[in-house]
């Protein structure tokens, strides 16, 4: 069974400008979140989907940051425009499911450098 | 809100010697706990979680966590560690009616010394 894909896996851009990060979840998961994980913290949650719809996007930067996910199955999140406190991590995952304990099963993340 | 506390940054242990991570939560009822592993370009794996059942996780790689209501702990550990548990180790919590929303703890990098 395929993973957890996103693209790309390095982006490095000048502050101002903006950035988008594409994710492919697992085959059949109805429930896509973002995270942010910033050098040395542990990831924090930016905004969840159930299929088509978002579920929780309160710790959204929103003047700067978007996401979609229109088919209810890839998703885009988008800087605009960046500053030098956005480089971090961007891990996205997916579970079957927005069951309680349902397991996360997450990508490689791409890593974003903003000077 | 809901809050996880992993003591220790960073822990060095020596291969075969006994594997201990800390993670203590903040929560007047007692959530869902997860331990994740993250090795160095990759994404998170699960290890275990704890949904209620027991209170005496087993997962893989041979890493287990108990739960400790009274200690609002649920520290990880394994008896032996290998030199390819060195990564760097996420405990996480999720209320029970919070939509499946982790709330993730700083992070342990373990290193193991041959």
């Known amino acids: 069974e395929a993973g957890v894909a996103q693209s790309p896996r390095y982006k490095i851009i000048e502050k101002r400008q903006s950035v988008a990060f594409w994710c492919n979840p697992i085959?059949?998961?109805?429930?896509l979140y973002w995270y942010q994980q910033i050098l040395g913290q542990g990831p924090k949650l930016l905004i969840q989907?159930?299929?088509?719809?978002?579920?929780?996007d309160s710790q959204l930067p929103k003047d700067r940051f978007s996401a979609e996910r229109l088919k209810g199955v890839d998703s885009t999140l988008k800087i605009q425009p960046a500053k030098l406190e956005d480089s971090a991590v961007y891990l996205c995952?997916?579970?079957?499911?927005?069951?309680?304990?349902?397991?996360?099963?997450f990508g490689p993340g791409t890593r974003l450098l903003v000077l | 809100a809901q809050s996880v506390t992993q003591l220790g940054s960073h822990v060095s242990v020596s291969e075969g010697a006994l594997v201990l991570l800390r993670c203590n939560y903040s929560?007047?009822?007692?959530?869902?706990l997860f331990w994740y592993v993250q090795y160095p370009n990759q994404g998170l794996q699960l290890l275990l979680k704890?949904?209620?059942?027991?209170?005496l996780v087993k997962g893989i790689n041979g890493f287990e966590a108990e739960f400790k209501k009274s200690e609002t702990s649920f520290h990880l550990t394994k008896p032996s560690a290998h030199m390819s548990d060195a990564a760097e180790y996420f405990c996480?919590?999720?209320?029970?009616?919070?939509?499946?929303?982790?709330?993730f703890g700083g992070g342990t990098r373990v290193l193991v010394k041959p």
């Open positions: 085959s059949g998961h109805a429930t």
């Open positions: 989907f159930q299929n088509n719809g978002v579920v929780d």
């Open positions: 704890y949904t209620s059942a027991a209170t």
């Open positions: 995952a997916s579970s079957l499911e927005l069951r309680q304990q349902e397991t996360q099963y």
């Open positions: 929560s007047s009822v007692p959530p869902y």
């Open positions: 996480a919590v999720s209320p029970w009616n919070a939509g499946n929303k982790l709330t």
